[in-house]
């Protein structure tokens, strides 16, 4: 088993350490792989995303530490991308090994605020009343299928938390993932990403964060992606450098449980399968 994450913030962003903090951890965790994920610039007020102020140094500071590390570790540089009408795109800019594609917000077309998904609780409330009306099925209607857009208009290397909707879900709250309409919009947007040749990552962030017991996606959704031969890589979305193998030994055996055999890395500069 190769020990890596392709999913990790910083004082770049919204994370809580230099760069280096992370790859020390990582070092000493056994980690053969790190991919350092800052949540790129967006066009609009945001307290978790990096300021567009901070790229190039970014850049030019994971590739000093690749230097710095060369045959101690293998590093990439990623980012943690929002997708929304009109976003940037950036998979294209020099220095970018790879990208992790997420939906955090969903524009409000009334008052053209970009509303929060996945924050707190009374933040998801907020978003619910004012962008849905308080129903919850037409928001998830919108997340998926913000995601599906995504997917057919800037197809990143990775998928961020597949179904993070549910972070404030605790107990059903909000929604059944049992419900019919819920179940059609995930394998609807499963397929999409079968076609599109994303990975979908285990994300051990939420578990790390006290937000849930599970990895974002839900085992019902991990079995389909198996059946549908979508590759998986585990991420720990880490914060904070001793939560970087947050989770792992579980979420591997729930791996090797479900019937997975291999994770998809990048490694070698190459995207390849790895046994877990
Ligand atoms: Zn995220
Ligand atoms: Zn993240």
């Known amino acids: 088993m190769i020990k890596s994450t392709f999913h990790s913030h ?28 800052a949540h790129a610039p967006v066009i ?3 307290d978790w995303n990096m300021k567009l102020g901070f790229f190039d140094e970014y850049i030019q500071t994971t590739e000093l530490l690749k230097e710095k590390y060369s045959g101690i570790i293998e590093i990439y540089t990623g980012l943690e991308t929002d997708y929304y009408p009109g976003c940037i795109d950036w998979r294209v800019k020099n220095g970018v090994d790879y990208t992790i594609g997420a939906i955090h917000f969903i524009k409000n077309d009334a008052t053209g605020v970009y509303m929060p998904l996945d924050g707190n609780r009374e933040e998801f409330e907020e978003t619910l009343k004012n962008g849905f009306d308080n129903d919850i099925c037409s928001l998830v209607k919108a997340y998926y299928g913000q995601i599906r857009e995504m997917l057919m208009k800037m197809p990143p290397n990775i998928i961020a938390h597949l179904d993070v909707i549910k972070k404030n879900n605790i107990n059903g709250r909000y929604f059944d993932e049992e419900d019919d309409y819920y179940r059609e919009e995930v394998l609807k947007t499963l397929e999409i990403i079968s076609l599109s040749n994303t990975i979908v990552e285990v994300n051990t ?12 996606p839900s085992k019902w959704i991990l079995e ?51 046994k877990l």
Not at 207 to 216: K, S
Request: aromatic residues 14%; glycine residues 8%; contains cysteine.
């Open 205 to 216: 962030g939420g578990i790390a964060r006290g937000y849930m017991l599970e990895p974002y």
């Open 44 to 46: 609009f007020e945001s």
């Open 224 to 274: 389909a992606c198996l059946d549908m031969d979508i590759p998986v890589m585990v991420n720990s979305d880490s914060h904070h450098p001793d939560n970087i193998d947050f989770y792992y030994e579980e979420i591997h055996k729930l791996l090797k449980k479900i019937g997975y055999k291999y994770q998809r890395i990048l490694s070698g500069n190459k995207w390849r399968n790895v």
């Open 10 to 37: 910083s004082r770049f962003d919204d994370g809580c350490d230099e760069l280096e903090a992370y790859l020390i951890s990582a070092i000493a965790k056994g980690f053969k792989v790190f991919g350092f994920s």
